[in-house]
């Protein structure tokens, strides 16, 4: 709860800052009437809506694969707000000028309506809650928001005569500053919004998306002082809106990240676990049997030696264990997790592990689970089956690339028939899950060598 209160007043803080600093920006503005613009930049104007198009369709198809996962209505909302966001740009900012066009008329009135569509559906996800029954939802909305888009495109056409100019060389009309001044209210609505969900729930999505919404409202704050009148003019609002997209993209994308790597502990967890009820349960059992056995008159000679063995085996399951447990929690760090394994794996002088860690390789949380199960499955293989004495583990950097080494002096085996090994195959599906390629060279008599090259 301390923790969630101190994460929550620095943003607070933060937040108080960049307020501080756009207002201020916003004062200049206002003290210079002559520097408002907006500026005739046909080129940097279809530079802007570009960018404001690609960063738009990038945070919808991070929203839709969140939504994927969760099915909550807030990815859902969002989802519909930044695909409405990309759709009218690309439909009625970029493609009317294309051939070297303007955008008309009903073009630019039916692109106001369609960001206010798109700032509503923002604006209204952090006031939502539960979640949809299946991910088909997502295309309905999507289908659905497609057609409103045609029919305001259709009723701005029909209305063209009716509705104001958007000259530079007129005064903005009325109508134009309204729809501005809605989207600056829905923007405050959206920081007061994601503000009270970061509290609630603590989620850094939220965090960032305040953020967004921050630049976003004083975006339209400037637009209302001085919104372009034709797509080939620029302002200050355009350059803070496409900020505030990034924000956005920024905070979708650390959400993305976080949750992939939740999932990835969840399965590292879930796969300790079933290694517990194989290898652990199995030796408890083991000394439990033998401990009946006693009880039950057996000659204490031949069965106290069984039951040593196994309790060994119980407890240094239980060390791997959780060991595994902690490096996938993140509690242990990397290096100091696997050397404490190999001391325990080695404790007993059937195997000598040279391991090196090189301090210039960088690992991933989601890389540093799969390649400490990598490492300990290759080891235990060497263990049980190549009767080896020694194994050596380098996890570094060659020729630019980060690799991961396991070498022993065993007896090898022939690649043709040993391949189809579940030890081999779970090493290898480790290795795709984190983009690594892999490689096994061995042969009779020769050894073995493991190499796992990590995707840069």
Not at 263 to 285: K, N, S, T
Not at 314 to 319: G, K, S
Request: proline share 3%.
């Amino acid at each position: 709860m301390r923790l969630a209160r101190a994460r929550y007043l620095a943003w607070v803080r933060d937040e108080l800052v960049l307020v501080g600093l756009l207002a201020a920006a916003l004062v200049l503005f206002l003290a210079e009437p002559g520097r408002r613009g907006p500026y005739d930049l046909p080129s940097l104007r279809l530079f802007l809506d570009t960018a404001v198009l690609v960063v738009s369709v990038i945070v919808c198809v991070l929203a839709y694969v969140r939504f994927t996962v969760d099915r909550r209505t807030f990815e859902l909302y969002l989802l519909c707000g930044f695909f409405v966001t990309a759709a009218t740009t690309l439909a009625f900012s970029i493609a009317p000028v294309l051939d070297g066009g303007s955008v008309g008329r009903s073009e630019a009135w039916a692109a106001i309506g369609g960001m206010l569509a798109a700032g509503t559906l923002i604006a209204a996800a952090p006031f939502t809650s539960g979640r949809v029954a299946t991910t088909t939802h997502a295309f309905a909305a999507v289908a659905g928001l497609t057609l409103f888009l045609y029919a305001l495109w259709l009723l701005c056409r029909a209305l063209n005569d009716g509705l104001p100019q958007l000259d530079p060389g007129h005064p903005q009309p009325d109508l134009l500053t309204a729809a501005v001044g809605v989207q600056a209210l829905l923007g405050l609505a959206a920081l007061v919004g994601f503000g009270f969900r970061y509290q609630a729930h603590g989620e850094d999505l939220d965090r960032w998306l305040a953020f967004g919404a921050t630049v976003w409202l004083f975006a339209e704050l400037h637009a209302v002082l001085a919104a372009p009148l034709s797509s080939e003019y620029v302002s200050q609002s355009d350059f803070l809106r496409l900020l505030s997209y990034g924000v956005l993209l920024v905070g979708v994308w650390r959400a993305i990240r976080a949750a992939e790597f939740g999932r990835v502990v969840a399965e590292e967890r879930a796969r300790v676990a079933r290694e517990i009820h194989d290898g652990l349960a199995q030796y408890l059992f083991a000394v439990s049997t033998q401990a009946s056995l006693l009880a039950g008159g057996a000659d204490v000679a031949k069965v106290l030696p069984r039951l040593q063995e196994a309790a060994t085996a119980a407890q240094q399951e239980a060390r791997f264990a959780v060991l595994a447990l902690s490096s996938a929690g993140g509690s242990a760090q990397f290096d100091s997790a696997l050397t404490r394994y190999v001391e325990f794996l080695t404790a007993d002088g059937q195997l000598d592990v040279d391991l090196e860690i090189e301090r210039a390789v960088e690992l991933r949380p989601d890389e540093q689970i799969e390649i400490f199960r990598i490492v300990q499955e290759s080891l235990a293989n060497v263990r049980r089956h190549a009767n080896a004495r020694h194994a050596t583990v380098l996890i570094g950097v060659r020729d630019g690339q980060r690799v991961v080494r396991i070498i022993d002096d065993g007896e090898g085996f022939d690649e043709e028939s040993e391949s189809r090994g579940q030890g081999l195959r779970n090493i290898r599906s480790r290795a795709a899950a984190i983009g690594g390629a892999f490689r096994l060279v061995s042969r009779p008599g020769g050894g073995t060598s493991l190499e796992v090259v990590l995707r840069a």
